[in-house]
């Protein structure tokens, strides 16, 4: 009987250690105009409002955003506080990459193929960087304060592994949606099917200003370089 004891003991103790942590899981879709296909689903954000007794942080990182054909690529980069972005010009003329987006705004001024600048975030929130040379650049940095966050693959699924059971807010960012979408979400409780659908029906690009909260020249857009 001690025998075939142990073996539950064991048995039970091999299933409690195998138990898959807790996730918050699901899908997200874009509503288009003309019902038309999501071609950037990847760029949302999704994040978890964690409450302090929980809210872990994660451990600063390095990571790039090139320039290339007057473009920045990736378009959306999700790092954690303290993390910082390197921005590699690869690009046969100038760039001037900046953000007014406080309190993480900068200028790293001009500079040319080969080089490359970099930025250390230090503080949470959305920023929003541009090029004062050519205003169709545009990239986004989401800045963390802790490590429940993903982006989706490319058919919307998504996942933010290991969030310790309990009830949180979940919001979800998009450039083309006009505000966060938030929703309330419980890991631990077999919840892993979320839906989430957002409107980007009423979405038009408008313009920015310059570092000098200037408007571009009427010829921006069209430049050789």
């Known amino acids: 009987m001690r025998g075939v004891a142990g073996i539950l003991c064991l048995l039970a103790l091999f299933a409690f250690s195998a138990a898959p942590a807790p996730r918050v899981a699901g899908r997200i879709v874009i509503l288009e105009k003309d019902n038309k296909p999501s071609p950037d689903l990847s760029d949302a954000v999704l994040y978890l409002e964690a409450p302090a007794t929980v809210a872990t942080a994660a451990r600063p990182v390095t990571v790039e955003i090139a320039i290339t054909d007057k473009t920045y690529a990736p378009h959306v980069v999700v790092v954690p506080v303290g993390s910082t972005v390197r921005f590699p010009n690869h690009d046969p003329f100038n760039h001037n990459v900046f953000s007014v987006s406080e309190p993480n705004s900068f200028d790293l001024g001009l500079y040319g ?45 998504f996942a933010i592994d ?25 890991a631990g409780s077999g919840e892993s099917d979320i839906q989430v659908s957002l409107n980007a029906r009423g979405y038009k690009w408008e313009p920015h200003r310059n570092k000098y909260g200037r408007n571009y020249p009427t010829n921006a857009g069209r430049e050789r370089y």
């Open 162 to 186: 290991n969030v310790p059971a309990g009830r949180y807010r979940l919001h979800v960012w998009h450039e083309r949606i006009p505000a966060e979408v938030v929703r309330d979400v419980a």
């Open 113 to 157: 193929r080969g080089e490359s600048k970099s930025y250390t975030f230090d503080h949470p929130g959305l920023v929003r960087i541009y090029c004062n040379v050519h205003p169709r650049m545009v990239a986004y940095v989401l800045v963390m304060e802790n490590r429940y966050y993903a982006q989706p693959a490319s058919d919307g699924s």
